[in-house]
């Protein structure tokens, strides 16, 4: 559902409406946020039985998960922005690889960011963010004893924005963004421990996430707002969704999950390629069905081809994309690819 909602966002803002109409689709960044929780939570779900797993198997499956829909998402960017003429001028060699390294975030909107997403494709800044966190998680998990996890976490990623404040940079940002991606992680190992969450279990994540929401309005204090989706508005966005949307899940939980059929049952069809679609509307819909200036060729051929596209990227090239991997990485087996949403870059 998320991954739509995205999505939804770029193409309707895309399309300048007005205020009224395009208000709803305002907030894309909070439903990235939501990715990064439920993330921590799936890679949680997807290790916790696995205590002998090698960090080399756990990085295969993580780099074979994620590279393949974003390596594709990078050559549909560079086939959709040559065919409308502006791959000349936009293409620059260092900012592939830069993506390609996963040092990619959106300049336009924050400062102290190395390397602007790969000819515009806006919605790969999230995917930065995300590697970094898997490759984090491994040792954290392994080697921090387990009472220590939350509470060392929080103090990176308060000290690492402390330190953006004054030199701001993409690591910095992305290490000070660890504690909601370890929250979402912290929920998960409640649920699994308890079967339930409760506000006593999960106290001390929501906590955390409280305190950096605090911290993050620092600069709105000191530095005054500068737009709703500029930098630090946008920073403190972030951290409040995480909480916000923390606190949702165990209060939503304690209710029974009632009405979960009903908002995110109808959206279960298209779960297995949502990671592609996040990837790949962008430059499909976006640069190539708005720019058109054409209803027809948004929503009879542009909207058609991303959902084939994501079908073969999702559900037929990451078979062989694994298969592939396994063998330079000498795995024994190959698991099935059972994504779940955009996070759901965690099988």
Same mark, same amino acid.
Do not use: C, K, M
């Given at each position: 559902m998320a991954a739509v909602y995205v999505a939804a966002t770029h193409?309707?803002? %895309? #399309?300048?409406?007005?205020?009224?109409? @395009?208000?709803?689709?305002r907030f894309g960044q909070e439903a990235v946020i939501i990715f990064f929780l439920m993330s921590g939570a799936v890679i949680y779900l997807a290790t916790q039985n696995r205590p002998g797993q090698s960090f080399g198997t756990y990085f295969e499956h993580r780099f074979r998960r994620i590279y393949f829909p974003f390596a594709t998402a990078l050559i549909v960017s560079a086939i959709v922005a040559a065919a409308?003429? %502006? #791959?000349?001028?936009?293409?620059?060699f @260092?900012?592939?690889?830069?993506?390609l390294a996963m040092l990619q975030d959106d300049g336009s909107t924050k400062p102290g960011t190395w390397i602007g997403t790969f000819l515009g494709d806006l919605p790969l800044w999230s995917l930065s963010y995300e590697w970094w966190f898997y490759l984090l998680f491994w040792p954290t998990y392994r080697w921090v004893p387990r009472q220590h996890q939350l509470p060392a976490v929080t103090l990176v990623s308060l000290l690492a924005w402390l330190a953006y404040l004054a030199h701001p940079n993409h690591i910095l940002l992305v290490a000070s963004y660890a504690v909601i991606w370890w929250a979402g992680l912290e929920l998960a190992r409640v649920w699994v421990e308890d079967g339930a969450l409760t506000w006593r279990r999960c106290g001390k994540p929501l906590a955390c996430l409280t305190a950096m929401s605090i911290a993050a309005a620092i600069p709105i204090v000191l530095e005054g707002p500068r737009g709703f989706g500029l930098y630090p508005v946008l920073t403190f966005r972030h951290f409040a969704t995480g909480t916000v949307f923390a606190v949702m899940t165990v209060a939503w939980s304690k209710l029974g999950?009632?009405?979960?059929?009903?908002?995110?049952?109808?959206?279960?069809?298209?779960?297995?390629?949502?990671?592609?679609?996040?990837?790949?509307?962008y430059p499909i819909l976006v640069r190539w069905g708005v720019a058109s200036g054409k209803w027809w060729v948004l929503l009879g051929l542009c909207l058609p081809v991303l959902?084939?596209?994501?079908?073969?990227?999702?559900?037929?090239?990451?078979?062989?994309?694994?298969?592939?991997?396994?063998?330079?990485?000498?795995?024994?087996?190959?698991p099935e690819v059972h994504p779940v949403g955009h996070g759901h870059i965690n099988s």
């Open positions: 193409v309707v803002l %895309a #399309l300048n409406p007005p205020a009224l109409v @395009g208000l709803p689709f409308t003429g %502006a #791959l000349v001028d936009q293409f620059s @260092g900012q592939l690889l830069g993506n999950w009632i009405g979960f059929r009903v908002t995110i049952g109808p959206f279960a069809p298209i779960a297995p390629i949502s990671y592609a679609i996040y990837v790949l509307h959902l084939l596209a994501a079908y073969l990227v999702e559900v037929v090239g990451q078979r062989q994309f694994n298969r592939l991997v396994a063998r330079v990485f000498h795995s024994r087996t190959v």
